[in-house]
């Protein structure tokens, strides 16, 4: 199998390369894992990819008519059922 290669630049992480809206998201999903004192979980990062209103992944979930305070909603519903 063969090695993966590097998503950013120079071998970075793609982390690194995300733009504003997603570094943001990684932080607002680290603030709410906190917060709810829970281990990060994927339904933390979709609650927070959700709240994010402009940029690339709002218009992916426009175009995929994505209701987004629906999925915040299932993604805090996930969450709930975590406690």
Not at 31 to 40: G, Y
Not at 60 to 78: I, K, M, P, Q, S
Request: proline share 6%; glycine share 10%.
């Amino acid at each position: 199998m063969a090695a993966p290669e590097p998503l950013g630049p120079e071998g970075a992480p793609i982390l690194y390369a995300a733009g504003p809206s997603a570094r943001e998201a990684f932080r607002t999903a680290g603030d709410l894992a906190r917060s709810a004192k829970q281990r990060l979980a994927g339904a933390h990062a979709v609650a927070a990819v959700a709240a994010i209103e402009r940029g690339a992944v709002a218009r992916v979930l426009d175009r995929l008519d994505v209701d987004r305070g629906r999925l915040a909603d299932a993604a805090v519903h996930e969450l709930g059922s975590r406690v």
